[in-house]
């Protein structure tokens, strides 16, 4: 999967029981791709110690912040790793 | 913690991680792993060369030559090295991300302090505090008020959360009445607020 610009993507909702790098605050919000900022190790294997950690694209995401927190007119981007996010269609 | 909601400045939830930082080191030196000596080379290695002076540089030369603003905001990475900065190379992607008259960008580290050290120097300690990390993200506006930043009405924010290998810098607007201002005095009204996106320049 290759996200292009512009993709609505809906990050996991989920809660897993080790180290992730997807905030807690965006997780379940449907949110945009700004650009794909090239591959790298999932911190999520890398802290379990999984050798070799899986690589995988990892994306900017802008999300309205109406979406994430039901009031404010900016946005926020954070950055994913592909497996944080699903299509939203 | 009650009582410090709002508190961007002081943080004194910082000491006690400094004293498990500390004892980590001990037990990890105690092992073998390491010394003192050699944590003490890294950090020196790290924090020779990081200033904002660097990334005031970018910024001014990006005002003063578009064509390096260009290069700029298309490849950060490069562009820093068309400096001499980050050697050979940068250990991170670096992403500029150009302020404009109605778009103002902030950077921030929600889950830790992600930043560009050798771009910025280390991090101011409002950056790492719980407040400015939480509240970034949330009411933007609000907290760039408490920096002293009114912007102005319709402009649009842009928050910009490090949670992977991108470090990000803000390119202020140049201000106006700066047009026969020299790189080296252009360099000299950037300031690392600025650059992170909590002052105007």
């Given at each position: 999967m290759s996200l292009p610009p512009g993709t609505r993507v809906r990050a996991r909702a989920g809660d897993p029981g080790h180290h992730t790098r997807?905030?807690?605050?965006?997780?379940?919000h449907t949110g945009e791709i700004v650009e794909c900022t090239g591959e790298w190790p999932l911190p999520d294997d890398g802290a379990r110690g999984l050798v070799p950690p899986r690589v995988e694209p990892v994306y900017t995401v802008r999300f309205p912040a109406a979406q994430l927190w039901g009031e404010g007119d900016h946005v926020v981007t954070v950055e994913a790793w592909e497996s944080y996010l699903e299509e939203a269609g | 913690m009650s009582g410090q909601h709002g508190d961007l400045a002081g943080d004194h939830g910082e000491l006690p991680v400094a004293a498990r930082v500390r004892r980590l080191e001990e037990r990890v030196i105690a092992a073998g792993l390491t010394t003192d000596a050699e944590l003490d080379a890294v950090l020196a290695r790290l924090y020779r060369d990081a200033s904002p002076v660097n990334g005031a540089r970018m910024a001014a030369r990006a005002w003063a030559d578009p064509g390096y603003a260009e290069r700029l905001l298309a490849d950060g990475n490069a562009a820093a090295a068309e400096l001499g900065?980050?050697?050979?190379?940068?250990?991170y992607r670096l992403k500029v991300l150009a302020n404009a008259p109605g778009l103002h960008n902030l950077v921030v580290c929600t889950l830790c302090s992600c930043y560009p050290v050798s771009l910025l120097g280390p991090s101011p300690s409002w950056y790492k505090s719980l407040a400015y990390r939480s509240r970034a993200v949330r009411e933007p506006r609000a907290v760039l008020a408490e920096f002293g930043l009114a912007l102005p009405e319709g402009t649009e924010v842009a928050v910009w959360d490090a949670t992977a290998e991108t470090r990000y810098l803000v390119l202020p607007v140049r201000p106006p009445?700066?047009?026969?201002?020299g790189e080296d005095e252009l360099a000299s009204l950037v300031t690392r607020e600025g650059l992170i996106g909590t002052a105007a320049v």
């Open positions: 997807l905030p807690r605050y965006v997780r379940g | 900065f980050g050697g050979a190379g940068l250990s009445g700066t047009e026969r201002l």
